[in-house]
């Protein structure tokens, strides 16, 4: 059986997981669109081929970093606690 405080524990994690999966996954999107942009600038392609290609890729670029956005997630979920006064309640 899951405890109150575990269970706001899991809750606040998983709500600050996903604030910064969604904010790399759109920086990766944009970056990804920079860089697809000049690789076909000098080509004769459809104008939709580089955003297709971006929308294809950014998943795979997401997965590679997500121990990163992993580590960033628990830093801002400490942080949040240690704001909040929230791990001295925790001890207790």
Known sequence: ?????????????????VYVTLSFFSL???????EELTFFKDTDIHPGYPFLLTFLTSPSIVYE?????????????????MDNEELDIFKK
């Open 1 to 17: 059986m899951i405890k109150v405080y575990q269970s706001y524990l899991i809750k606040s994690f998983w709500k600050i997981l």
């Open 28 to 34: 990766i999107i944009i970056l990804n669109i920079f």
């Open 65 to 81: 970093t997500f121990p990163f956005i992993f580590f960033i997630a628990t830093q801002f979920l400490f942080l949040k606690l």
